[in-house]
């Protein structure tokens, strides 16, 4: 059974930094992508960003491009989103999520696995 649990949340003023992580079990973790989404009140879950089972490829939103990025560290099977420049703009639930083996996507519906989320706020 697999599970992805996420850690890390909490309050930062606009500009500070915050780093999150997410603890996956009861998957083979170095054959899966793993990717990070954000959720603000009544949207649709967007996408933030994506790293592939070995590291080597990486892509972003827009939104976050520059400020955002998203190491994983294979020997502790998590993947973390370290979050600098925030803005009140990123304010949400962040959720880490896994597709299938060896798919390198960006789509929400194309992940298969979900964390319970954890909620940033970037307030002053």
């Known amino acids: 059974q697999v599970h992805l649990v996420e850690s890390g949340g909490g309050l930062v003023q606009p500009g500070g930094s915050l780093r999150l992580s997410c603890a996956a079990s009861?998957?083979?973790?170095?054959?899966?992508?793993m990717g990070w989404f954000r959720q603000f009140p009544g949207k649709e879950r967007e996408f933030v960003a994506v790293?592939?089972?070995?590291?080597?490829?990486?892509y972003y939103a827009d939104s976050v491009r520059g400020r955002f990025t998203i190491p994983r560290d294979n020997a502790k099977n998590t993947v973390y989103l370290q979050m600098n420049s925030l803005k009140p703009e990123d304010t949400a639930v962040y959720y880490c999520?896994?597709?299938?083996?060896?798919?390198?996507?960006?789509?929400?519906?194309?992940?298969?696995?979900w964390g319970q989320g954890t909620q940033v706020t970037v307030s002053s």
């Open positions: 999520a896994a597709p299938s083996e060896y798919k390198f996507v960006v789509a929400a519906s194309e992940f298969d696995y």
């Open positions: 009861g998957l083979t973790f170095d054959s899966y992508a």
């Open positions: 790293i592939s089972w070995s590291g080597g490829a990486t």
